[in-house]
């Protein structure tokens, strides 16, 4: 299965700052997504990441808040913008092979101060 | 109604013992299910899919039953390496995108 390369993997930023945090895959994957699980909570999917077109975002999540690029089929970077102490959280990507090949990047922990 | 539920637990159970934890999904049009496992500070990994049929990997036993739209997983003989929350996961079939229950937390003892 594929494994995804995720940076960085903790950041403590200022609010109103951004920061963007991208994924490598080391073989080419058919779909990208991006979640986010805050304390003690499951997984919650911001953004299915789309190769050379703008990401499809869920109900709560917007393109100017998440900014999400994907150049190619390994690479994707997801942006968190003017941040707020809400936005602290973890930050996973993922990526799909196949029907069931889902593996995740090993996340974002991000603090906003 | 979420659309993956789950109970949260803590389970916790003294080794050896046997677990089961069940999962509702609202969505009787789906067929795909899997079972997730959760370290602290980690990222989900796959434990096993769910088919009607069944699904056994060792220890554990997978089981999807549509008519009451629930799924299920028993661990047998639980370590204490079993500690960690299970994630019951739906894939949506003309999206593929992964709808996650909130968890059910595992605690082997001693």
């Known amino acids: 299965s594929a494994v995804i390369s995720q940076k960085p993997s903790r950041d403590i930023c200022q609010r109103g700052t951004s920061l963007t945090i991208q994924c490598q895959v080391d073989?080419?994957?058919?779909?990208m997504f991006w979640y986010r699980q805050q304390p003690g909570q499951s997984l919650t999917l911001i953004a299915t990441?789309?190769?050379?077109?703008?990401?499809?975002?869920e109900s709560g999540f917007v393109i100017d808040k998440f900014p999400i690029s994907r150049p190619n089929l390994t690479f994707s970077t997801l942006t968190v913008s003017n941040m707020s102490p809400e936005d602290s959280s973890i930050y996973l990507c993922?990526?799909?092979?196949?029907?069931?090949?889902?593996?995740f990047g090993s996340g974002t922990r991000l603090t906003v101060v | 109604r979420k659309e993956v539920e789950q109970d949260p637990g803590p389970f916790n159970v003294p080794e050896g013992a046997t677990v089961a934890f069940n999962c509702t999904y609202s969505?009787?049009?789906?067929?795909?299910f899997f079972w997730y496992r959760q370290d602290c500070r980690k990222e989900p990994k796959l434990l096993m899919s769910?088919?009607?049929s069944g699904n056994e990997d060792g220890r554990f036993t997978a089981q999807l039953n549509r008519a009451s739209q629930y799924i299920s997983l028993l661990i047998r003989d639980s370590k204490l390496s079993d500690s960690a929350t299970y994630l019951c996961?739906?894939?949506?079939?003309?999206?593929?995108?992964?709808?996650f229950g909130s968890g059910t937390r595992l605690l082997v003892r001693p």
């Open positions: 073989s080419q994957v058919t779909m």
């Open positions: 990441a789309n190769q050379g077109s703008e990401a499809t975002y």
């Open positions: 769910v088919y009607s």
């Open positions: 996961v739906e894939m949506m079939d003309s999206s593929y995108k992964l709808i």
């Open positions: 993922s990526g799909k092979q196949g029907r069931y090949g889902y593996t």
């Open positions: 969505n009787s049009a789906s067929q795909s």
